[in-house]
């Protein structure tokens, strides 16, 4: 029996978008409780890559506040899987929208996101995150 890797793409889509959605009405627990033990974590306010599932989610928790998101736009994600079914790369760009003080919806930020998912005890799981602020260089280059 093969591993049919577009429901495993459609499935780690889904997850993915569900911790989002909850991240954005201001509960974080979707993607902290679904970090594995030995996720690594690059976030674009640190220097360093933050190791560990105790340190990951303790960042988080130390910076995190409600966002108040009232739309995501998931652009351009794809999801490469291994041939074995047990490793899938998400990689997307996604853009937050926050309500202005007049009530008008506005952009709040542009990200690159990358999520590695590793199939652990029949559930998937981050083993690596990256988000990168989009568009942050001034010009192109590649160094």
Do not use: C
């Not at 889904?14 to 009405?25: A, D, G, H, I, T």
């Amino acid at each position: 029996m093969g591993v049919n890797k577009e429901e495993i793409s459609e499935t780690v889509l889904e997850l993915e978008k569900s911790f989002n959605e909850r991240w954005s009405v201001g509960d974080n627990r979707g993607y902290l409780d679904n970090y594995a033990e030995e996720i690594s974590y690059f976030d674009p306010i640190e220097k360093d890559l933050v190791v560990g599932r105790d340190a990951t989610v303790a960042h988080i928790e130390a910076i995190y506040s409600d966002p108040h998101i009232v739309r995501n736009e998931y652009l351009n994600p794809v999801v490469h899987v291994s041939d074995g079914g047990d490793f899938a790369l998400l990689a997307y760009n996604l853009n937050t929208y926050v309500l202005d003080d007049n009530g008008n919806e506005r952009q709040l930020r542009a990200w690159n996101a990358t999520e590695a998912y590793r199939l652990i005890d029949d559930e998937w799981r981050i083993v690596h995150s990256n988000w990168a602020f989009a568009q942050t260089a001034t010009g192109a280059t590649a160094s």
